[in-house]
């Protein structure tokens, strides 16, 4: 069974930086996608952004509103996910949910929430200004 657990969230205030983890355990799949969604605070499920995705081999994509200051990363040995996050502004508060479609076909497709078949709990990161 898939197991995804995130950690790291916080409070920082405009301009700072923070970093999110998504611990994985029953990844037992050859080919995957794994992605960084987020649920703004009012928003329903329905709305989660995703932000952020990796495929197995490594190649990302990132939505228009977070390229250049979030980068994805995996280390495959720890079975670990990470979000790096500059440059924070109060937009981007939210729920930071990590994701994995074993079925994706690109990582442009792991953007689409529609496609995740496993879900963590989500971490809260808040910005202020």
């Known amino acids: 069974q898939v197991r995804l657990l995130e950690s790291g969230g916080g409070s920082v205030q405009s301009g700072g930086s923070l970093r999110v983890s998504c611990s994985a355990s029953?990844?037992?799949?050859?080919?995957?996608?794994m992605a960084w969604f987020r649920q703004a605070p009012g928003a329903e499920r329905k709305d989660r952004e995703g932000?952020?995705?990796?495929?197995?081999?490594?190649?990302?994509n990132y939505a228009y509103s977070v390229k250049g200051r979030f980068t994805i990363s995996q280390d495959n040995a720890k079975n670990t996910l990470y979000l790096q996050m500059n440059s924070l502004t109060p937009e981007d508060t939210a729920v930071y949910y990590c994701?994995?479609?074993?079925?994706?076909?690109?990582?442009?497709?792991?953007?689409?929430?529609?496609?995740?078949?496993?879900w963590g709990k989500g971490t809260a990161v808040t910005i202020s200004s």
């Open positions: 029953g990844l037992h799949y050859s080919w995957y996608c």
């Open positions: 932000v952020a995705a990796i495929d197995s081999d490594g190649r990302t």
């Open positions: 994701a994995v479609d074993p079925d994706c076909m690109s990582t442009g497709q792991a953007l689409d929430a529609y496609g995740m078949d496993y």
